[in-house]
């Protein structure tokens, strides 16, 4: 009988640290990453003519090249590919495959810990599924959230994504100075519970949650002030930095 006891005791504690110990690498979330062509742009010097938000990456909030031996082949995603030139673009190098390699050796190795994104095709196709799904361009201009000369107020952008998505987005602006008079629309992340529901981006983050998960070619962007007017710049938008 004490034998018995033993065991389920056993058991008992072996079960519970499963549930208190966790890889370094398991995320909890998914950050589905919006970018604006025309802002991203005037960082990096390229020509898109492209007047709608475009998909950078989909990102767990833990963990970064997570399996250097699972190498990227765009052989795998032959049928997305159509779907990816258009909505997910290397904005830099348009024929290039350079930037989706890096997507999936930086964060799709991760994503893959899951059964429903264990594959490059899986993984990529998960993303451009949530894309479309949120058609976040079309919602943004249904209420008259749309590229043009005037200015909003952060409040209205977040507003109009809380509403109609019931959830907390990130939204990252350029600054083109310390003191700008105005702040750049860059991109935008609408998050994810492992289930695919949607989650606030702002809730409930770990230290670990809150570091920098994105990508280099964002280094210039930060999480837009409530104090600055916003300007959401239309692909004819000329380069912060000079015109050239």
């Given at each position: ?114 059964e429903s994104m264990n594959s490059q095709y899986k993984y ?121």
């Open positions: 009988m004490r034998r018995y006891v033993l065991i389920l005791v056993c058991l008992a504690v072996a079960t519970s640290s499963a549930f208190v110990i966790s890889h370094p690498n398991t995320w909890t979330k998914l950050i589905l990453t919006h970018s604006w062509p025309s802002t991203f742009c005037s960082m990096e010097h390229c020509h898109p003519n492209i007047s709608y938000w475009t998909l950078h990456g989909l990102w767990p909030n833990k963990g970064q090249a997570c399996n250097s031996s699972w190498h990227f082949n765009s052989s795998e995603i032959e049928d997305l590919l159509p779907d990816m030139l258009k909505s997910w673009p290397d904005l830099k190098n348009p024929t290039s495959t350079t930037f989706w390699k890096h997507e999936w050796d930086k964060h799709g190795t991760c994503a893959a810990r899951v990529f196709a998960k993303a451009l599924e949530l894309y479309h799904k949120l058609d976040l361009y079309s919602v943004l201009q249904k209420f008259d959230i749309i590229p043009s000369e005037k200015n909003y107020n952060l409040s209205q952008i977040e507003g109009v994504i809380e509403n109609f998505y019931g959830i907390k987005p990130k939204i990252q602006c350029l600054h083109p100075s310390k003191e700008p008079v105005t702040q750049i629309l860059g991109q935008i992340e609408i998050c994810f519970q492992p289930d695919f529901t949607p989650a606030d981006c702002t809730k409930e983050l770990s230290v670990e949650d809150k570091a920098t998960v994105g990508d280099v070619n964002a280094s210039e962007l930060s999480v837009c002030s409530h104090t600055v007017p916003v300007y959401y710049p239309p692909h004819t938008f000329m380069k912060y930095k000079g015109t050239n």
